[in-house]
């Protein structure tokens, strides 16, 4: 069993930063794929980044080069990094995470979600 927290959103300006935070609970953390999704009003939840638990990457294509994923296994904990904000980065960001192998863009196989942090970004 895995319980996930995530933190760090917030109101933005168009161009600045935030670092989101997906903690979790559980001693085997380590062994799970991590995965970022989000979801903007009126819209599908859509996947942002995957980490999977030996350090290998994935990004959704149009959003290379300004999000970077991370894990801290000693911390348990994924971090999301985005730069360069713009107004349609405005979305609840949630974490996920999946015992299986590999880096799935798909939400449905992951097994354990958080409960979101609102990124919102003004223009």
């Known amino acids: 069993q895995v319980q996930l927290v995530e933190s760090g959103g917030g109101l933005v300006q168009a161009g600045g930063s935030l670092r989101l935070s997906c903690a979790a609970s559980g001693r085997t953390f380590s062994r799970y794929t991590v995965g970022w999704f989000r979801q903007a009003p009126g819209k599908e939840r859509e996947f942002v980044s995957v980490?999977?638990?030996?350090?290998?990457?994935d990004y959704a294509d149009s959003l290379k080069g300004r999000f970077t994923i991370s894990r801290d296994n000693i911390k348990n904990t994924v971090y999301l990094e985005i730069n360069s904000l713009k107004p349609e980065d405005t979305a609840v960001y949630y974490c996920?995470?999946?015992?299986?192998?590999?880096?799935?863009?798909?939400?449905?196989?992951?097994?354990?979600w958080g409960q979101g942090t609102q990124v919102t970004v003004s223009s």
């Open positions: 980490i999977s638990w030996i350090g290998g990457t």
């Open positions: 996920a995470a999946s015992y299986a192998s590999g880096r799935s863009r798909l939400s449905g196989e992951y097994d354990y």
